[in-house]
Structures are given as C-alpha cells and as structure tokens.
C-alpha cells in the first residue's frame, strides 16, 4: 500500500518488507503502523511516528502516512485509522497528533479541518545529511 500511496502522488518508494519489519517489529521500533482490512484484505493503513517539541516540552505523534485504497474511500475507514492514532497517541501521553497534506490538495485540507485539525504556518527551510 506504501508504493499505492507513492504511485497516487506521482513518486515512486525505495522502502522493502525488510525495512518495514525492522521500523515496525525491530529490536527498536522507529514507528507504529494501523491497518484496515475486509475479508483478509488490507485497504487502508496509517503510519506514524513520535516527535518532540521541545522549546514547548511538547510530545507528539506525525501522522506520516493515510492511506485508503480506491473502492473503500468514503466508507468511514480514513476517519477510523485517524482515531486509532488519536487513541494511540493519547496512551503514550502526547499533546497533539500533526499530519501535512501536499500543496494544492484541496480534498483534503477540507478533510482534516472537518475531523478537527488546526492549519498552522510552516517556516523556514528543513535540512538533511546522509548517515
């Protein structure tokens, strides 16, 4: 589902079931993932992982990816997955749940802020180097 979600917007993935085992059932999980299924059928999952805000002392969970397949949409199951990850969230003690949505995706910047997610500006520039 991770290479559907890549394909629906236009990018392609390198991650493996390797990597996905280890981030999700390694020695040190490095991210919590929730699935959907019907009738042994996986059609949606969310995938998120923790963050801290720390000039706030705020801790937080990323709602990285939500994704639900075509012909399931609209049922319900995005809204339950978005719920799992509040409860989820909830149990580790965190004050906020954060998502982004892509430039220009309309759908769903009217989606979030119809289950109660705030907009707020993003500033500057974010930086990476390989390890």
Do not use: W
């Not at 959907?36 to 937080?60: D, F, K, N, S, W």
């Not at 580790?92 to 430039?103: E, H, N, P, V």
């Amino acid at each position: 589902m991770i290479e559907a979600l890549a394909a629906h917007h236009g990018d392609k993935t390198a991650n493996s079931a390797t990597k996905l085992d280890r981030d999700l059932f390694g020695d040190q999980p490095f991210a919590t993932a929730f699935v959907a299924e019907t009738g042994g059928e996986l059609i949606g999952y969310a995938l998120l992982y923790p963050v801290y805000r720390a000039t706030e002392g705020e801790r937080g969970m990323e709602l990285h990816h939500l994704f639900v397949k075509d012909g399931h949409r609209s049922e319900g199951i995005g809204r339950h997955l978005i719920d799992r990850a509040k409860a989820h969230a909830r149990t580790l003690g965190c004050d906020f749940l954060g998502l982004g949505a892509a430039t220009g995706n309309f759908a769903a910047y009217k989606y979030y802020q119809g289950l109660d997610f705030k907009a707020y500006p993003a500033t500057g520039m974010r930086f990476r180097t390989s390890l």
